[in-house]
T-cell receptor
Framework: DAGVIQSPRHEVTEMGQEVTLRCKPI?????LFWYRQTMMRGLELLIY????????DSGMPEDRFSAKMPNASFSTLKIQPSEPRDSAVYFC???????????FGPGTRLTVT | AQTVTQSQPEMSVQEAETVTLSCTYD???????LFWYKQPPSRQMILVIR??????QNATENRFSVNFQKAAKSFSLKISDSQLGDTAMYFC???????????FGTGTRLQVFP
């Protein structure tokens, strides 16, 4: 298995622009998680899905953030409009229904100037 | 609410030596999982070891082992025969069984010196 795939690996954009981060979970995994990692706040859970349905989005910082999972093999995290304080590494992770371990993607390093 | 505390921001160890990273957590739950994740400079989050709270036996994965003290709510990671490739950030994490949500500590940066 290729593991969790994220794209792009690096994104540099200007303040005010829309940013879309993409994730492909491990095939057969039922849960998908989006995290944000910063020096100040560490690893934060933003939102997670079960069977493509959002279960808990209490970690989404503002209305500028939105996430979708249109099918079992694809999810997006969108920031519109982006701000410099959104600069961080964004991770996607997935887990199977019988498992406990979350498998992480390589992350997307977002820089908003 | 559950919290995870890693009180050692940085640690260092010489190659081939043993090092122990500390982690404590606070919960009123009885059924949960504990994890150690490793994040090398590549940023990839890699699962190192997992412990189920209902198991009394400490988990072991090759050179990595844990000391799980449920009553004390302590979950330390011991790395034996340290290797240069062990240089990384190490995160302790808690998951209440049935929730699938990981709560991470702030991490310990481990440097292995030749």
């Amino acid at each position: 298995d290729a593991g969790v795939i994220q794209s792009p690996r690096h994104e540099v954009t200007e303040m005010g622009q829309e940013v879309t981060l993409r994730c492909k979970p491990i095939s057969g995994h039922d849960y998908l998680f989006w995290y944000r990692q910063t020096m100040m706040r560490g690893l934060e859970l933003l939102i997670y899905f079960n069977n493509n349905v959002p279960i808990d989005d209490s970690g989404m910082p503002e209305d500028r953030f939105s996430a979708k999972m249109p099918n079992a093999s694809f999810s997006t995290l969108k920031i519109q409009p982006s701000e410099p304080r959104d600069s961080a590494v964004y991770f996607c992770a997935s887990i199977g229904v019988w498992g406990a371990e979350q498998y992480f993607g390589p992350g997307t390093r977002l820089t908003v100037t | 609410a559950q919290t995870v505390t890693q009180s050692q921001p940085e640690m260092s160890v010489q190659e081939a030596e043993t090092v122990t990273l500390s982690c404590t957590y606070d919960t009123s739950e009885n059924n949960y999982y504990l994890f150690w994740y490793k994040q090398p400079p590549s940023r990839q989050m890699i699962l190192v070891i997992r412990q189920e709270a209902y198991k009394q036996q400490n988990a072991t994965e090759n050179r990595f082992s844990v000391n799980f003290q449920k009553a004390a709510k302590s979950f330390s990671l011991k790395i034996s025969d340290s290797q240069l490739g062990d240089t990384a950030m190490y995160f302790c994490a808690f998951m209440k069984m049935g929730t699938d949500k990981l709560i991470f500590g702030t991490g310990t940066r481990l440097q292995v010196f030749p």
